[in-house]
């Protein structure tokens, strides 16, 4: 398999996204939640990686993001930041940890920079949780909002269908987008919503804005990783491409190492003491 080339391994930082926006190079983003997979994912190039709160779902086996807790965001993104080099690593604050006190918010957001040394924060929501956000700005640390479908909000929502097709809710979310980045986001996720109107926030704001089932016309894609390598067998959305059958290749190894176990054919001599 060919492993994509990287011409610049400089460390990838808030900033320099900024600067892929800026000369028209589209960001790559994947999540990942170990350290193994986090590793060879940084090695073949991509710009970031989200520990993201769908950890709760294809890690966990939970039907929402909304169980995951704190600690156990720590646990993934801990890993995750052992396995990089080159890539920036964003990790998801989980639900119920930034969306009451602003000075909850803060307390969330330092544990997880203190304890797993994260590059910047990803919070979903807009003016909702505006006070928060800048509670984690003032500290220093980088925010990147969550826009459109945030996962979170499923009950309120009631399931996982396309947002913002309305005229009301699509202002709403351009009015958002506006204000995460006046308040000093770096950058901006917008999930499941008309490619249109992803294509007009992302020509509007100076920030990067990368889109999960939302066009190509924003600044980067961001997909989970268990989706496009086939692991998470049961999810294909129309927004999701697949670049590998991971799953049958695994159940495929499992079975041939189970038949090779019953049939004594595993080990031979040369793979004893
Ligand atoms: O948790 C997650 O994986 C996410 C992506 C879907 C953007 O937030």
Redesign the pocket.
């Known amino acids: 398999m060919s492993v994509a080339k990287v011409d610049d391994n400089r460390k990838v930082t808030t900033r320099r996204l900024i600067e892929m926006k800026q000369r028209g190079e589209k960001i790559s983003m994947l999540?990942a939640y170990d350290y193994s997979m986090a590793k060879l994912i940084d090695s073949a190039g991509i710009d970031v990686i989200?520990v993201?709160?769908?950890a709760s779902n294809v890690m966990a086996g939970n039907m929402t993001?909304l169980p995951i807790t704190l600690d156990q965001m720590i646990y993934h993104a801990a890993s995750v930041k052992k396995g990089v080099n080159r890539t920036l690593v964003v990790v998801?604050l989980p639900f119920g940890t930034y969306q009451g006190d602003p000075k909850d918010a803060f307390a969330s957001a330092v544990r997880v920079m203190r304890e797993t040394g994260a590059d910047c924060l990803?919070l979903e929501g807009g003016s909702e949780i505006k006070e928060s956000i800048e509670y984690i700005l003032r500290a220093g640390i980088p925010v990147m909002g969550?826009l459109g479908l945030t996962?979170q909000s499923v009950n309120k929502f009631g399931g996982y269908s396309v947002r913002a097709r309305e005229e009301v809710e699509a202002r709403k979310l351009l009015e958002d987008a506006h204000l995460l980045e006046e308040i000093g986001c770096c950058s901006l996720?917008l999930?499941k919503i008309p490619a249109e109107l992803a294509s007009r926030v992302a020509s509007e704001l100076t920030i990067p804005v990368i889109g999960?089932g939302a066009g190509g016309g924003v600044d980067g894609q961001?997909l989970?990783m268990h989706d496009m390598l086939g692991i998470n067998q049961g999810f294909s959305p129309k927004f999701l491409r697949r670049y590998a059958n991971l799953g049958e290749e695994i159940i495929l190894a499992v079975q041939n190492y189970i038949q090779d176990v019953k049939s004594q054919d595993f080990p031979n001599e040369n793979e004893q003491y």
């Open positions: 999540t989200l993201g709160d769908s993001t998801d990803k969550h996962p996720v999930e999960i961001v989970v």
